[in-house]
C-alpha cells in the first residue's frame, strides 16, 4: 500500500499513524467488494437488496481507539446507509466535565446519535438507530435498566429519524439470567420490565416538525483521522479522553445547549453547513 516493508505500528507516531490508516482503507475495500457482491447476486434473482453498514459512531471509535471507514463509506454506491450502535455499552465511556472524570450515559448517547446522524443526514442515506437494553459486560439488572432508560431517551431528542433497530439478540434480554440486586441472585427479566421495554419500544415516535429547545446552530468539527492517532506507547499524546471534543461539547450540552458534530469528510455536501451558525474545531483533535 505505501510501497515500502511494513514498519511495526508502536515504534513512532507516524507508524501509528500508517498502520491506522491502512487498516481504514482495508476495512473500506472489504464493505466495498462484500456489498457489491451481494446487490449483484441479488440483482441476478430479481431482487433489490439494501445493505447498511452497521457501525459505532466515530466519537465511541475514536475514544475506544478502533478503526472504520465510518464517513469514507458514503461516497460507495454500494452503502445505502447505516446502523448506528449506540448503548449502554458505549454510552457509559467515562468523560471529563468540570474536571471530573465519570459516566454521563444520557449526554453521551445524545452526542453519538448526533454523530450518525449528522455523518448520514447531508449525504441522502438511511440511518437506523439502535438500543440495547443489555451489553456484554455482565451488570445487574438495575443497572441495565437505568441506562436504557437514559440511551432510548436520548434518541428520543433526534426528531428527523424514526428508523430504529430496537432488539439486537432478544435471546440474551428475555433469556439470559442476570444479577438482580434485591435478591443477589441472577434472575430472567421480570414481567413488569419486560412489559416496560415493549411499551417503551411500541412508543417510538413519527417523524416530526416539532424541534427540541436550545440555541440551535453550533458545531463541532470531527475527522475520521482521529481514529488514526492512538497508542500508549508514544509520550506527548496527553488527550485519551477526548477533552479536545468533549470540552467543547460538555459545558454547552450541560447548560441546554445541544451542540453536534460536524464531519470534515462531509464539508463537500452542500447541507452539511446549511443549519451551522459557528463551528468549533481544535487542532488537538
Known sequence: YYGFPWRPQHESPENTYLSHKLKYHLNYKAIQECFTYAKEYAKS???????????HSLVNYTAWQLVSPEASLASLDCVDGYIGQVWTGTARTATYYQGELKERVFENAYLEYDCMESMTAP????????????????RDWGDYK?????????????????????????????????PNPATGQSENISPEYATQMQ?????????????????????????????FQFSPAHNGYSD???????????????????????HMENLYHPETLKDIKVLLMSYAG
Not at 147 to 173: G, H, S
Not at 199 to 227: C, E, F, Q, R, Y
Open 45 to 55: 434473482l430479481g431482487r433489490d437488496v439494501k445493505c447498511y453498514v452497521a457501525t
Open 123 to 138: 449525504t441522502g442515506r438511511r440511518v437506523y438507530f439502535l438500543t440495547d437494553p443489555i451489553e456484554d459486560a455482565v
Open 146 to 178: 437505568r441506562n436504557y432508560q437514559a440511551t432510548f431517551t436520548a434518541k428520543l431528542f433526534f426528531l428527523r429519524n424514526n428508523y430504529y433497530e430496537v432488539m439486537p439478540w432478544p435471546d440474551r434480554i428475555y433469556l439470559s439470567k442476570y
Open 199 to 227: 411499551i417503551m419500544i411500541n412508543t417510538l415516535m413519527p417523524v416530526t416538525d416539532n424541534k427540541i429547545s436550545g440555541s440551535k446552530g453550533i458545531g463541532v468539527l470531527m475527522s475520521n483521522s482521529g481514529m
Open 240 to 262: 485519551p479522553a477526548l477533552s479536545n471534543l468533549y470540552g467543547f461539547v460538555n459545558p454547552l450540552f450541560k447548560r441546554g445547549v445541544p451542540a453536534g458534530i460536524v
